[in-house]
């Protein structure tokens, strides 16, 4: 005898609509707002605007590579907040600046853009081999 139930396909069919049918979830908020950001994305923001308020003042810093990490790898008992790496054959100079030890060590938007700013400074400073105040002439005034 024929069966009247149509066999089952053998892969699922994409999900269109949530188990309670009204469809799938949108953002939580639109895309222009600040909300919408990452934390990731807004520490790479305040890193991106410290350079670029560098590079005013010191043109060869286009020439190196600036790089947000989340955390630093086992270096022993302390926790870096940056680390410059001087260039090499094939690469350019680096700078690494660790996201999770910055925002644990402030409190809000306002302390970590002025600490992040810091650590460029210091970083550059290292790279270059100047002091930081030479490099920003405001470097420990905040």
């Given at each position: 005898?024929?069966?009247?139930?149509?066999?089952?396909?053998?892969?699922?069919?994409?999900?269109?609509?949530?188990?309670?049918?009204?469809?799938?979830?949108?953002?939580?908020?639109?895309?222009?707002?600040?909300?919408?950001?990452?934390?990731?994305?807004?520490?790479?923001?305040?890193?991106?605007?410290?350079?670029?308020?560098?590079?005013?003042?010191?043109?060869?810093?286009?020439?190196?590579?600036?790089?947000?990490?989340?955390?630093?790898?086992?270096?022993?008992?302390?926790v870096p907040l940056g680390r410059s790496v001087p260039?090499?054959?094939?690469?350019?100079?680096?700078?690494?600046?660790?996201?999770?030890?910055?925002?644990?060590?402030?409190?809000?938007?306002?302390?970590?853009?002025?600490?992040?700013?810091?650590?460029?400074?210091?970083?550059?400073?290292?790279?270059?081999g100047l002091a930081p105040e030479s490099v920003d002439?405001?470097?420990?005034?905040?």
């Amino acid at each position: 005898m024929d069966s009247p139930v149509p066999p089952q396909p053998t892969e699922p069919r994409p999900r269109r609509r949530d188990r309670h049918g009204r469809g799938m979830r949108g953002p939580v908020a639109p895309p222009q707002v600040p909300l919408a950001a990452s934390r990731s994305d807004s520490f790479r923001d305040l890193v991106r605007d410290s350079v670029e308020r560098l590079e005013r003042r010191w043109p060869q810093l286009a020439e190196i590579d600036f790089q947000v990490l989340d955390v630093p790898g086992d270096d022993g008992d302390s926790v870096p907040l940056g680390r410059s790496v001087p260039e090499a054959k094939g690469r350019p100079a680096s700078i690494v600046v660790y996201r999770r030890p910055v925002e644990i060590r402030t409190k809000n938007r306002e302390e970590r853009a002025l600490l992040v700013h810091e650590v460029v400074v210091e970083q550059v400073a290292e790279l270059l081999g100047l002091a930081p105040e030479s490099v920003d002439p405001r470097y420990g005034q905040d």
